[in-house]
């Protein structure tokens, strides 16, 4: 009996003396837990365990000491090209994610036609980057769920209707209203896309197009996403001066909608918001009383990420990423730009001023600004000589939008009491390009285990676990997923819950976690004694009137 066998594809395994932490919540306790053909087969508590290896044989994997757990559900991932690119996708399964939920923040690359496709991808190139050799052969939510499954992926993924990609099908980047026909269309495409599988809405309401949206035209839409059971995942309006207010738009959306709600990335950043994330959570628990069908997620770092252009005002982003463009090239309105993000507080910076000394980019396209990662703008302004809002512009000019920023403005008080709500779960909006991207992409689920259940107590092991695996299953419908029990679905991470622990660093964004032993993916073995394997048994899992499941 080997600690670090496994087993062949589908094959039998048997966890000896593990410690089962089941993803319910419920006390831990000992037992044998065996699977095969891809499902959990057996679990049997008690002195020896008393599970047998079965008729059809099967290996043993020494748990002793270690924690089975069901795999870890990231409720925020923004990997939608990463797994095209890298289908073993690393990142995510070293960590013990087994389950992603893409389509985020309103933008993603399904549904798209052949004009919204190419100016996506330039829009998200920060995001995502922007590969010149992928075959981009989908359009609709469909074709690219089938795409992922063609493709052979290591991890299981789930997909959210993004509004913004509706918005551009059916009115480009126009700031205003939709006409009849406009709305008609985007509910049709929202319906088609459920249909296909998607398990809700997302919505980028600090993006462009989305954030041209109102309440009326959200509520429309939510109206259509609760009729096939899925729920919205907003981007809200702001995280900063407007965050309560923004908070309220949404559960608002929902009780007139009665479309279930997911407040995805929940935090209460920049310095007007310190201290004052119980104002959010008795926001949070009113709706619930009143039968809100409400849930969370959050990263347990304190800076944020996104792209340099995000933190322009709405006004400049009308129209798309040449729009844009051209704007920056013209004095006029790059002064309005400036006068917006230093002086008044520019609506794509959450209503605030920037403060350059918290912006540090993260990655760039252009090699030409390489030296520019890793600095802060007011690093880099100090060293030119310059404004903060000149180098701003000149990096959005220069990089063509695609410049990548961490924004330190987060506040650890609110972290922790926002991770402590019953309703909470765990994403890591992590994104995996750039030079120094933010570490959540490849620690937020150990540093959860690690950081803030052992070393700090914010959770228990029971309830950090419940946190990543069985409460974000039920938000997404997913059948016998996130939990461990006999039938359900062998999607498992074995870890050591005395040394698990994140150990990638804003420095070093890209190491991988530690303590992290065995991770299975539909019953095969995707990390084997800390190591990938190169295995691909995920899957697009689709909502269907009988609950999400793989087709």
């Known amino acids: ?108 690359y399904a549904p798209v036609d052949d004009t919204t496709l190419p100016a996506l991808r330039r829009q998200l190139a920060g995001w995502n980057g922007d590969p010149a050799d992928l075959e981009w052969d989908w359009r609709d939510i469909g074709g690219y769920l089938d795409r992922l499954d063609r493709t052979r992926v290591a991890v299981n993924a789930c997909y959210l209707v993004p509004h913004g990609s509706l918005r551009m099908l059916a009115m480009g980047w126009a700031d205003r209203r939709p006409t009849p026909l406009e709305l008609d269309r985007m509910r049709q495409e929202l319906a088609r896309g459920l249909l296909a599988g998607a398990v809700g809405m997302s919505s980028g309401l600090s993006y462009t197009p989305g954030m041209y949206a109102d309440t009326a035209e959200l509520t429309d839409l939510c109206t259509v996403v609760a009729a096939y059971g899925g729920f919205h995942a907003p981007h809200q309006r702001s995280y900063g001066a407007g965050a309560l207010e923004g908070y309220a738009e949404m559960v608002e959306i929902s009780r007139r909608s009665g479309c279930g709600l997911h407040l995805t990335h929940a935090t209460m950043n920049f310095g007007v918001n310190a201290g004052r994330a119980g104002e959010l959570l008795d926001l949070l628990d009113a709706a619930l009383a009143d039968g809100v069908d409400l849930t969370l997620d959050s990263y347990p770092y304190l800076p944020g990420s996104t792209t340099l252009a995000a933190l322009l005002p709405s006004w400049a982003t009308e129209g798309g990423p040449a729009a844009t463009l051209a704007r920056l090239a013209d004095p006029a309105a790059c002064e309005r730009i400036r006068h917006a993000v230093q ?16 912006i540090q980019v993260s990655g760039v396209r252009s090699v030409e600004l390489a030296g520019a990662v890793g600095r802060t703008v007011a690093e880099l302004a100090a060293e030119r000589g310059s404004g903060g809002a000149d180098v701003f512009l000149d990096l959005l000019r220069r990089d063509e939008l695609a410049t990548t920023i961490l924004q330190h403005v987060g506040h650890e008080e609110n972290v922790r009491a926002i991770m402590s709500h019953p309703a909470h779960t765990a994403g890591s909006d992590g994104l995996l390009v750039g030079a120094r991207p933010h570490p959540r992409a490849w620690g937020t689920f150990p540093r959860y285990l690690g950081h803030y259940s052992r070393e700090l107590g914010v959770l228990t092991l029971e309830e ?60 095969t073995a995707v990390v084997r004694q800390g190591r990938t394997t190169g295995a691909r048994p995920g899957r697009a899992l689709r909502r269907t009137d009988r609950g999400t499941r793989a087709l």
């Open 464 to 523: 950090a676990v419940a946190r990543m695996t069985g409460r974000p299953a039920a938000r997404l419908g997913l059948h016998r997923r996130g939990r461990i029990a006999p039938g359900y679905h062998a999607d498992l991470v074995l870890f050591d819950p005395g040394r698990v622990r994140d150990a990638a660093t804003f420095e070093r964004p890209r190491l991988r976690a530690e303590g992290i032993e065995h991770v299975y993916v539909n019953g």
């Open 1 to 108: 009996m080997s600690r670090g066998e496994g087993g062949d594809p589908g094959g039998a395994v048997v966890f000896r003396g593990a410690t089962v932490v089941d993803g319910t919540g419920a006390e831990r306790y000992r037992a044998d837990v065996r699977i095969a053909g891809g499902l959990i087969t057996g679990v049997g508590a008690g002195p020896d365990g008393g599970i047998g290896a079965g008729p059809d044989g099967g290996r043993a994997v020494d748990a002793d000491g270690l924690v089975l757990a069901p795999g870890f559900i990231d409720m925020h991932a923004h990997s939608d090209l990463a797994l095209l690119l890298e289908p073993e996708h690393p990142a995510k399964v070293t960590q013990g994610v087994t389950c992603e939920v893409l389509g985020q923040d309103g933008l993603s």
């Open 343 to 358: 002086e008044a507080g520019s609506d794509g910076c959450h209503g605030v001023v920037a403060d350059w000394t918290t």
